[in-house]
């Protein structure tokens, strides 16, 4: 009788720590939704093997099995950072590249300026840069770009990639060259 005002205090805490729990698990049940949903678009396969030197004998076995039982399809991708120049070599762009087989990606997807498939356009010889490159380095397609000893081509134009957002960590703009 006499902690009438301290009741209503307590209901509406509690009313608000139910309201409070219930809005963050159902966020967190859609962002992981999302991600589960998204998963292959944003690595580009299912199963991803990652290594910083070459892949056990072993392990290369058993993948090339599966293979061989058409059990799964694999792609084999490089990536690495460099050094692009300029074909005059008076500018040049630490990059990101992106080193793929004609069939990447298997899941999500790249989008080129030309509207063509990234496989059709990568050939040996070219590659496709992101828009970044062109701006910073005062090229255009058609341009020669060094990479290494090796002078390319720039076939096309990265407008998005799927598989982009998971690289929180980005020294360069992205060049794709064919494997």
Not at 124 to 150: C, M, P, T
């Amino acid at each position: 009788r006499y902690g009438g005002k301290q009741v209503i205090t307590f209901v509406i805490c509690v009313a608000l720590s139910i309201a409070t729990l219930t809005a963050l698990n159902s966020f967190r049940r859609d962002v992981h939704g999302s991600l589960i949903d998204e998963a292959r678009d944003l690595q580009g396969g299912d199963i991803i093997i990652h290594a910083h030197q070459p892949i056990s004998d072993e392990l290369q076995r058993t993948v090339d099995n599966l293979v061989q039982d058409s059990r799964l399809q694999q792609q084999k991708t490089f990536e690495f950072y460099t050094v692009a120049l300029s074909e005059g070599k008076d500018s040049s762009l630490l990059s990101g590249i992106k080193a793929v087989e004609s069939v990447y990606p298997f899941y999500g997807n790249i989008t080129l300026a030309s509207g063509r498939q990234l496989g059709e356009v990568l050939e040996s010889g070219k590659v496709v840069v992101a828009q970044e490159v062109l701006d910073r380095l005062n090229l255009a397609i058609g341009a020669r770009l060094i990479i290494g000893d090796i002078a390319f081509t720039i076939a096309d134009v990265v407008v998005f990639e799927s598989m982009r957002p998971v690289s929180f960590l980005s020294f360069g703009p992205l060049i794709f060259i064919p494997l």
